[in-house]
């Protein structure tokens, strides 16, 4: 039965609004308060300094590191994740046997934590008795040191991209296999290769499911944290440094909440930015072929 009157309707999400005021927008005036005051080891007195912290951020360098290293991990994400992952299900879709396996296989580092991950590459990249020099040392080569001020940011970044991968997997995968057979054999009748079946029929098909996993890749690798603080801790020299671990370091170890949540509010704002864009691209018509 349809109700036509909207009440019944406001009714049934009172509950639900309530804890999005409760637990979304209440932190979130918040947290834009508390970027306007000089508030400090979570002490009970905030001085009121109005957007003091804000061009204190216009002037920080650590900030234009931070918001660099965040877009290149969004970016990369965007590349290699939905990229690989897209790929290896267009590969595993063919398979008529053990898919499964492969599903298994690919998307056990998603339960992993991001801890246990991080600490394993970071052992990975150590000088002395890490995997990497080991190997190089079997083949006679010297050592070398992995996290450097250049390499530090894109090696913190690798572990997360291999993280997710299968993430994506799966969901590229669901949406292969609500593609129609019938559509694939009609065209291999008319004399469509693999790659003209996967550009012209695969890709426009999924492409609200491409959409999708492009917000998800944005929203999730802007607020990525446990892997790279694990890993460098936003070092060398803040070399790999994000958004995030920036917060985190300016909030609980300098102890400066006030700037601290004017950091929080600079990266939500970047990531409604980024949505909107997103948003705005997957109303734009599909090319048809």
């Known amino acids: 039965m349809i109700l036509k009157d909207k009440k019944y309707a406001f009714l049934?999400?009172?509950?639900?609004?309530?804890?999005?005021?409760?637990?979304?927008?209440?932190?979130?005036?918040?947290?834009?308060?508390?970027?306007?005051?000089?508030?400090?080891?979570?002490?009970?007195k905030k001085s009121f300094i109005g957007f003091e912290n804000y061009q204190r951020l216009l002037q920080d360098p650590v900030v234009g590191i931070a918001i660099t290293n965040t877009l290149l991990l969004i970016l990369l994400?965007?590349?290699?994740?939905?990229?690989?992952?897209?790929?290896?299900?267009?590969?595993?879709?063919?398979?008529?046997?053990?898919?499964?396996?492969?599903?298994?296989?690919?998307f056990f580092p998603v339960v992993v934590s991001g801890s246990a991950i991080g600490l394993l590459f970071s052992l990975t990249y150590q000088y002395d008795a890490g995997l990497l020099n080991n190997i190089l040392g079997l083949f006679g080569m010297p050592k070398t040191v992995w996290l450097t001020e250049k390499s530090s940011a894109l090696l913190s970044m690798i572990p997360y991209i291999w993280q997710m991968?299968?993430?994506?997997?799966?969901?590229?995968?669901?949406?292969?296999?609500?593609?129609?057979?019938?559509?694939?054999?009609?065209a291999s009748l008319d004399g469509a290769?693999?790659?003209?079946?996967?550009?012209?029929?695969?890709?426009?098909l999924i492409r609200d499911v491409i959409i999708t996993t492009i917000a998800l890749v944005i929203t999730s690798a802007i607020k990525v944290f446990d892997i790279?603080?694990?890993?460098?801790?936003?070092?060398?020299?803040?070399?790999?440094?994000?958004?995030?671990?920036?917060?985190?370091?300016?909030?609980f170890q300098a102890n400066n909440q006030g700037y601290g949540s004017a950091l929080s509010i600079l990266m939500i704002v970047i990531g409604i930015g980024l949505t909107i864009i997103t948003t705005l691209i997957?109303?734009?018509?599909?090319?048809s072929y």
């Open 77 to 106: 994400c965007i590349i290699f994740e939905i990229g690989f992952a897209l790929l290896l299900a267009m590969l595993i879709d063919g398979v008529k046997r053990g898919f499964k396996i492969y599903r298994t296989i690919f």
């Open 165 to 186: 991968t299968g993430f994506y997997f799966v969901i590229f995968m669901t949406a292969l296999t609500k593609i129609p057979s019938e559509i694939y054999e009609s």
């Open 193 to 204: 290769t693999g790659l003209a079946k996967s550009i012209y029929i695969t890709l426009p």
């Open 228 to 251: 790279i603080f694990t890993i460098t801790q936003g070092g060398p020299m803040n070399s790999s440094q994000v958004l995030s671990t920036y917060i985190y370091q300016t909030t």
């Open 282 to 287: 997957s109303r734009q018509e599909p090319i």
């Open 12 to 44: 049934f999400l009172a509950p639900a609004l309530t804890l999005i005021m409760i637990f979304l927008f209440n932190p979130l005036i918040q947290t834009f308060y508390f970027s306007l005051t000089d508030w400090h080891s979570f002490s009970m």
